[in-house]
C-alpha cells in the first residue's frame, strides 16, 4: 500500500527556496505570483496492514522537523 | 488563488533521498517499508484568473526539470 507525507514550512519560517522561485518566475515574465512555498513530498511503498498511526510516527521521529516543519499523511 | 505542483523523479531515476529515507527508516526500526521516493511540491500563490495553462507553463519552463522528472497541477 502507498502512503503520501507532504512536509511544509510552518508559516512564519522563511523558505529561501520558494522566494528563489517566485524571483525566478517573475524574471521569466510570470507576472501575478504572490507567494510561492516549497515542500516535500515523500511516497511510501508499505507492507499491507500499515496503518496512518505508523506513519505518523515515521514523520515525528524522521521525516518532519517539527519544530519548523508540519506534516500532513495521506493514505491510499 | 492557489495551486499545488507535484514534481516527482520519473521511474526508473535513481532517487537517492529517497533510498536514504527508506535506509533511515529500517534502523528506527520501522519494517515492511518497501519503497521510499522524494519529491517536491511547490504552492503558488497566484492572482485571481490565472490558469492552469499558465501553470504548467511555469512547470516547463522552470518547475520541473522534464528530462528526468514528472509533475502534476492541482488548482484551487
Known sequence: MKARVFV???NGV???Q???VR???GSLGFDG?????QGKVIELD???GSTEA??????????????IES????MG
Chains 1, 2 share one sequence.
Open 23 to 25: 524571483h525566478a518566475l
Open 33 to 37: 505570483v504572490e507567494g510561492v512555498r
Open 8 to 10: 511544509m514550512l510552518k
Open 71 to 74: 506534516y500532513r499523511v495521506e
Open 54 to 67: 505508523t506513519v505518523t510516527e515515521m514523520c515525528e521521529k524522521l521525516l518532519a522537523n517539527t519544530v
Open 18 to 20: 520558494g522566494e528563489a
Open 46 to 48: 508499505l507492507a499491507e
Open 14 to 16: 522563511l523558505d529561501p
